[in-house]
């Protein structure tokens, strides 16, 4: 039976997305979702998206991928584009035209109705319409303010224990907090680019999402080979030590 395999932020650690299919047992039958930010940060990121052209992944575009591309429309035009970081502006140069054309076809959002889910990378504003959401908050939203708006800032509270109703929303972004396995919300970053985890939503075909309390047995996990980076979260481990 075809399953539905969503796999968190893997930042270019192309060593563990390897290993996670592998743990998984990934056959040709299979559809493997990526929750974006592939790359950067981490190893390989040209490793990790010729991975994902391999087994015919999709994917929802990350904060990352917006910012390269951006980036690389300012190279192209000969504009200023956006500040970037040393592992960023390696990968403007590094990246190859079959690269680029896959993250500019990413899109902000993808559904999946035989398993009541949408993913987006970051996570939704509770209480308003997806059609009225901004893709500022799809890209970058951790928590809420006090008011309620869609902040990028990490909180004891994510924006997930506040979503209700439906679809189920499948996310990543937001090492920090680790895996989150909220009753209508499920966030897939435990932080592999920081010595922690690559984590995976299995569903078998037409499975919906179940409750938390069971849901944990649909996560499978494989412990990052290293600390890629020496800053940021070391999310606590998913699976047994």
């Known amino acids: 039976m075809a399953r539905t395999i969503w796999i968190g932020d ?9 290993s996670l299919l592998e743990q998984v047992q990934l056959t040709s039958a299979d559809q493997v979702v990526l929750v974006g930010d592939l790359l950067a940060r981490g190893p390989d990121s040209r490793g990790v998206l010729a991975l994902a052209r391999e087994v015919r992944a999709l994917a ?5 991928e917006h910012r390269m591309i951006l980036a690389h429309a300012a190279k192209i035009e000969r504009k200023r584009g956006p500040r970037l970081g040393p592992s960023h502006l ?11 054309e896959q993250l500019q076809a990413l899109p902000l959002s993808l559904d999946f109705p035989e398993h009541g889910i949408r993913v987006v990378h970051a996570g939704v504003t509770p209480g308003v319409s997806f059609e009225e959401q901004q893709p500022w908050t799809l890209l ?16 004891i509270q994510s924006w997930a224990a506040s979503y209700c109703g439906e679809p189920h929303i499948v996310f990543g972004h937001n090492a920090q907090a680790g895996l989150q396995l909220a009753e ?12 922690g985890e690559l ?15 069971e849901r944990r047995d649909c996560i499978v996990s494989v412990l990052a080979a290293d600390r890629y980076v020496n800053f940021g979260p070391r999310p606590a481990r998913v699976s047994a030590p």
């Open 199 to 213: 984590s995976a939503l299995v569903l078998e075909s037409n499975q919906v999402v179940p409750p938390p309390q």
């Open 90 to 100: 390696a990968l403007l140069d590094e990246l190859g035209d079959e690269d680029w």
């Open 60 to 64: 929802v575009r990350g904060n990352h």
């Open 184 to 195: 209508h919300a499920t966030g897939l970053d435990t932080g592999c680019v920081y010595g």
């Open 140 to 155: 970058h939203i951790r928590s809420l303010t006090s008011r309620g708006a869609a902040s990028d800032r990490y909180n």
């Open 10 to 18: 893997i930042h270019g650690c192309a060593k563990e997305f390897a």
